[in-house]
Structures are given as C-alpha cells and as structure tokens.
C-alpha cells in the first residue's frame, strides 16, 4: 500500500524556518514528479512547489519563490520543502503528492489533478 506522510510542520513566529518532509512507501518515487500544496481555513488548495522525475528543475508559486526550496533524496524514498522567511500567510494545512506515472513531462506540475497520491497534511501555523 502507498503511503506519502509528512512531518515538520508546527508554530513559528513570522520569519522563521520550518523544513517539512515527505516519507513515501510502498512504491519508489525515484522516477515520478511530486509537489507540495497547501491549503489554507476557508480556501482552495493551492500549489506550492514541484519537482519533476528528473530532479534538474523545481518550480513555484509565486507567493513561495525565494523563500522556499523543494528537494528529494531518492535513496531515502523522500521530499522536502525547506521554508524560510515565512509569513502569517503560509498558515495552512501542507500536503505532499506523487504522480502515479513515471518520466512524465512538466506541463501539468503545478495542477492537484496531475498526482494520484496524496499524504495526509501537517499544520504549519506562523505567528505575527
């Protein structure tokens, strides 16, 4: 059974740091596109960040770029969202995600639709 569990998240006061990681199992992700996206009380999910299969480019949202930093260690099976600067904004339920298709193109990283697994959120609640 596939599993993705986060863990990281917490309180932190505005400007502080936060690294959140994604633990997948049941199935390698060495070969498949995941991203993070949060949602926020009373919004849509949105997009935060993505990583494609290759690993060679990482993409953001435009409220993230500069303050947050997506990576994977695929010998351990794992993502992270490193996040810095944060901002009472960044208050929201994180999610992580992985496309259940392997080598897939980048066209579609930034939309919830593409990814097929889902963990199960971490708060991060950031204080002004």
């Known amino acids: 059974q596939v599993q993705l569990v986060e863990s990281g998240g917490g309180l932190v006061q505005a400007g502080g740091s936060l690294r959140l990681s994604c633990a997948a199992s049941?199935?390698?992700?060495?070969?498949?596109?995941m991203g993070w996206f949060r949602q926020a009380a009373g919004k849509e999910r949105e997009f935060v960040a993505a990583?494609?299969?290759?690993?060679?480019?990482?993409y953001y949202a435009d409220s993230v770029k500069g303050r947050f930093t997506i990576s994977r260690d695929n010998a351990k099976n794992t993502m992270y969202l490193q996040m810095n600067s944060l901002k009472p904004d960044d208050t929201a339920v994180y999610y992580c995600?992985?496309?259940?298709?392997?080598?897939?193109?980048?066209?579609?990283?930034?939309?919830?639709?593409?990814?097929?697994?889902w963990g199960q959120g971490t708060q991060v609640t950031v204080s002004s």
């Open positions: 990583i494609p299969w290759s690993g060679g480019s990482t």
């Open positions: 995600a992985a496309d259940r298709e392997s080598y897939s193109g980048t066209s579609y990283l930034r939309h919830s639709t593409m990814y097929d697994y």
């Open positions: 049941g199935r390698t992700f060495s070969n498949n596109a």
